[in-house]
């Protein structure tokens, strides 16, 4: 009789894994990925066939080498800007195919936490997880007092795993800024620390249950934001009992439309919700991702996961009128102030690069549907920009670009034509009800009065269009000019070069032809060789001075 053979273990699952061989696994697969893309940007014409072989690949590759890294993919997997497509869509699937552990385990780590046996804890509990996630799974179970609730189970060597990976990576990120001086500009050792905060606040189901109040209390007037009750005598570090909550995926829009619930509504509830951790509170979940939301059968949005959390500044209620304003009038220094008082952006000696990201995304994501073809466009202009002049923004906006990107793409799943500015005015016209000191009524006027008198002024649209073909020929010309004088530099470099070859050659020839005639006692012939030699010489010099001053300027007009 043949017997069911047990599923291969993966590399971080191996009970005895040396630093020194995970130092190894990590750098040999971040080397690999490194030159899977490289060859793939120097061969343009290679078919999806292949980027979709190495995206698999990723994957395969990320799940093996465990929870750090397959976390690192989630977070990769709404970066468009970095990775080819293929990529993306690729990595988007670890969000929810993640192999579990056994039960067994389960309730042992249940069991050691909570120091008691499984049925003293809980009067129910299911074997079999109804999710599993990187860090852990989740069981259904009932207490005994008669509530449904979820037990969430951190996987089992999960911290000292942690602690070994990030030693690596810290490694591979010196590496990077040491031996590849172009990583340097997008300051890896901050976004490195922010990553290991927040995945090390992540594993700690206490912190877990301590945000899960706080966004409770946040939303305590807001009836259609559900976040489940935790329960703290059946909570400790690797242990977290809450509310069971049942609701519909956010992003199964037939579900929902079966269950005649309004897409639109749902969104424009996910994006007021939204705005108001990021503006309001400064309190925000930054994996807003489909297994972390989700909505009931009465169109509430219900909040899962609280282990992600991050936080900014928070600005006040008049400041929050004049950046939806301005986002309307298109202006772009209010917005960019306001991105600063948020600590999103840090002030810099030229912001003409921060501006012209600004007004592209105010032009491209204001008025209209976002498809996929304008990501595409940015993600151009934004290589183009970098290529021009790199800046820097501070390591927490890379997680509040993700999680604003991974709510754009729920909320473009459920409503493809959504706008954001529509969605986004329940949150602003919220701000007029404020009574006392905060209200926001009289700026709320001021604005909208300012508002219409911009729009008034508008030109008809044929003014319009042709102001807008205007900017776009001097956008260009500029473009133009700049590449002018870039191949003006190559050409006078290699022209320099060329010469200085030239009369390297001479001044070789000549010497050395004037030291054969002097052996042949042609002593006239030689000396006129030895002389066209040292002219030859004297030209190369100078000539090399030329090119080192030549690449001395360049350098410097560069920075």
Known sequence: MLKPTAPKRLRWQRTR????????????????????????????????????????????????????????????????????????????????????????????????ELGAPIYHLYREFDFVPIAAASLGQVHKARLHTGEEVVVKVQRPGLEKLFDLDFKVLHQLVRFCQRF???????????????????????????????????????????????????????????????????????????????????????????????????????????????GNMAVSQDGCLIFYDFGMMAEVQPINKEQMVKTFFAVLKKDTDQVIETLMDLGLIEPMSDMAPIQRVTRFLLEKFTEKPIE???????????????????????AKMTFILKALTTLDGVARALDPQYNLLASAKPFVASLTTATGPGSTVGELVRQAKDYLIYRIRQPNPSSFLLQQLEERFEQQEQELRARYFDQERALKKLTLANRSLL???????????????????????????????????????????QLALHEKITRLTAR
């Open 503 to 545: 009369y390297t050659c001479l001044a070789g020839f000549s010497l050395l032809t004037g030291i054969l005639l002097l052996a042949g006692t042609y002593t006239y012939w030689a000396i006129g060789a030895f002389l066209i030699s040292g002219i030859g010489a004297i030209v190369l010099l100078k000539t090399l001075y």
């Open 372 to 394: 996929m073809q304008a990501f595409t466009e940015m993600r151009s202009e934004l290589y183009a920009l970098f290529e021009q002049q790199p800046f820097r923004l501070p």
């Open 180 to 290: 590849l001086p172009w990583t340097r500009r997008y300051d890896l050792e901050a976004i490195y620390h922010e990553f290991t905060e927040i995945l090390y606040q992540e594993i700690d189901y206490i912190q877990e249950a301590l945000n899960a109040d706080r966004f409770r209390f946040n939303f305590r007037d807001h009836d259609r934001i559900i976040v489940p009750r935790v329960y703290p005598k059946h909570t400790t570090k690797r242990v977290l009992t809450m509310d069971y909550v049942p609701g519909i995926k956010i992003n199964d829009r037939q579900s929902l439309e079966a269950c005649g619930i309004n897409v639109k509504e749902v969104n424009q509830l996910g994006i007021c919700c939204y705005l108001k951790q990021l503006l309001q509170d400064g309190f925000f979940q930054a994996d807003p991702h489909p």
């Open 17 to 112: 894994y040396s630093p020194l061989v995970r130092q190894m696994d990590v750098f040999s697969s971040s080397a690999q990925l490194m030159f899977y893309l490289w060859w793939d940007s120097r061969i343009p014409g290679r078919s999806t066939r292949y980027r979709n072989r190495r995206a698999q690949w990723l994957v395969g590759t990320l799940l093996d080498l465990g929870p750090t890294f397959i976390k690192l993919g989630q977070a990769l997997s709404t970066r468009a800007d970095l990775l080819p497509l293929e990529y993306v869509q690729a990595l988007s699937r670890l969000q929810d195919k993640v192999p579990g552990f056994s039960p067994e385990e389960a309730i042992a780590i249940v069991e050691t």
